[in-house]
C-alpha cells in the first residue's frame, strides 16, 4: 500500500507557471540571430504544453512577453510579434482538438488590432475546454496590474458603488488579469537566473520557486517532472508552522 507521500508525488501542481528564459543565449552559444532562438523557444512551448497535459496539469501559464520587452529593438518585437501571429494561427486549432482552453492575460491596448482579433478568435473557440487552460501572459507586467486593480477601487469608491471598508485581499484579487485563474502553486523560471521579474507578484505569495539551468530551447518534459518532483519535497505551510519548525 502507498502512503500519503507517495500519493502526492504522483499529483501535479493544480497551476504550473513557467518564466520562459534563455532563448537569445542558446541562438548567441550557436552563432545564430536571437530570432532562431525564439523560433525553437515556440518549440518548446509545444511540447511543454502537451507535457503538462499529459501530467495532469490544470492550469500552465507562460510568460512569453513582459511589459519591459517593449524596451528592445524594433526588429526583435517585430519578430517576436510575427512569431505570436503564427502560434495563434497554426496553434490554436491543436488546443481546442485536445480540450484546452486559452487564454491571454496582459496590456492588450500595446497589440495591434490584427493580433487582438486573433487572441478574441482564440479565446471564443476555445472558452467551453476543460482539459487544462493554457494562461499566456502577454505584454504583461505585474505591478501595472496591480496598480490598474487599486484604479479600479478608487473609481469604485468615488463613484460609491464600493465603501472603502470592503476593500481587502479578495476585493483587489478580484480586479486582477487573473480573477478567475487559480494562484500558481509552482513558478519554475529556466536559463539560471534567480529571480522573477515582475511575473505574478500578487498570486506568486505562497508559490514555490523552482530555478533551473536549462535554457528555455531544451527544456523538455523531463525538466517538467523534475521541477515537480522538486515541488513535492517541499513542506508548503502557507505561513503557518508544525511541530519543530520555526
Request: net charge neutral; charged share 30%; proline share 3%.
Given at each position: 500500500?502507498?502512503?500519503?507521500?507517495?500519493?502526492?508525488?504522483?499529483?501535479?501542481?493544480?497551476?504550473?507557471?513557467?518564466?520562459?528564459?534563455?532563448?537569445?543565449?542558446?541562438?548567441?552559444?550557436?552563432?545564430?540571430?536571437?530570432?532562431?532562438?525564439?523560433?525553437?523557444?515556440?518549440?518548446?512551448?509545444?511540447?511543454?504544453?502537451?507535457?503538462?497535459?499529459?501530467?495532469?496539469?490544470?492550469?500552465?501559464?507562460?510568460?512569453?512577453?513582459?511589459?519591459?520587452?517593449?524596451?528592445?529593438?524594433?526588429?526583435?518585437?517585430?519578430?517576436?510579434?510575427?512569431?505570436?501571429r503564427f502560434y495563434l494561427r497554426s496553434?490554436?486549432?491543436?488546443?481546442?482538438?485536445?480540450?484546452?482552453?486559452?487564454?491571454?492575460?496582459?496590456?492588450?491596448?500595446?497589440?495591434?488590432?490584427?493580433?487582438?482579433?486573433?487572441?478574441?478568435?482564440?479565446?471564443?473557440?476555445?472558452?467551453?475546454?476543460?482539459?487544462?487552460?493554457l494562461v499566456v501572459a502577454l505584454s504583461?507586467?505585474?505591478?501595472?496590474?496591480?496598480?490598474?486593480?487599486?484604479?479600479?477601487?478608487?473609481?469604485?469608491?468615488?463613484?460609491?458603488?464600493?465603501?472603502?471598508?470592503?476593500?481587502?485581499?479578495?476585493?483587489?484579487?478580484?480586479?486582477?488579469?487573473?480573477?478567475?485563474?487559480?494562484?500558481?502553486?509552482?513558478?519554475?523560471?529556466?536559463?539560471?537566473?534567480?529571480?522573477?521579474?515582475?511575473?505574478?507578484?500578487?498570486?506568486?505569495?505562497?508559490?514555490?520557486?523552482?530555478?533551473?539551468?536549462?535554457?528555455?530551447?531544451?527544456?523538455?518534459?523531463?525538466?517538467?517532472?523534475?521541477?515537480?518532483?522538486?515541488?513535492?519535497?517541499?513542506?508548503?505551510?502557507?505561513?503557518?508552522?508544525?511541530?519543530?519548525?520555526?
Amino acid at each position: 500500500m502507498r502512503d500519503a507521500d507517495d500519493n502526492r508525488s504522483n499529483t501535479a501542481p493544480a497551476h504550473v507557471a513557467i518564466i520562459m528564459d534563455g532563448n537569445g543565449r542558446w541562438a548567441k552559444a550557436r552563432g545564430l540571430p536571437r530570432t532562431a532562438g525564439h523560433k525553437k523557444g515556440v518549440d518548446a512551448v509545444r511540447r511543454t504544453v502537451e507535457a503538462a497535459r499529459e501530467l495532469g496539469i490544470g492550469t500552465l501559464t507562460i510568460f512569453s512577453f513582459s511589459s519591459e520587452n517593449w524596451r528592445r529593438p524594433e526588429e526583435e518585437i517585430s519578430d517576436l510579434m510575427g512569431l505570436l501571429r503564427f502560434y495563434l494561427r497554426s496553434e490554436v486549432a491543436e488546443l481546442h482538438k485536445a480540450g484546452i482552453r486559452l487564454r491571454v492575460i496582459g496590456d492588450r491596448t500595446r497589440l495591434s488590432e490584427d493580433i487582438n482579433r486573433l487572441i478574441a478568435n482564440a479565446e471564443e473557440l476555445t472558452r467551453g475546454n476543460r482539459v487544462m487552460t493554457l494562461v499566456v501572459a502577454l505584454s504583461y507586467g505585474s505591478r501595472l496590474e496591480i496598480v490598474q486593480a487599486a484604479r479600479r477601487l478608487a473609481e469604485e469608491v468615488a463613484a460609491g458603488r464600493l465603501s472603502p471598508d470592503a476593500i481587502d485581499e479578495r476585493a483587489l484579487s478580484a480586479r486582477l488579469y487573473t480573477a478567475d485563474i487559480p494562484d500558481p502553486d509552482l513558478i519554475i523560471r529556466t536559463s539560471g537566473e534567480k529571480r522573477i521579474s515582475n511575473f505574478l507578484l500578487w498570486q506568486a505569495a505562497y508559490a514555490e520557486l523552482v530555478f533551473v539551468d536549462t535554457l528555455w530551447p531544451d527544456f523538455t518534459k523531463r525538466d517538467l517532472e523534475a521541477a515537480i518532483e522538486e515541488f513535492h519535497r517541499r513542506e508548503r505551510r502557507f505561513g503557518a508552522t508544525t511541530a519543530g519548525s520555526r
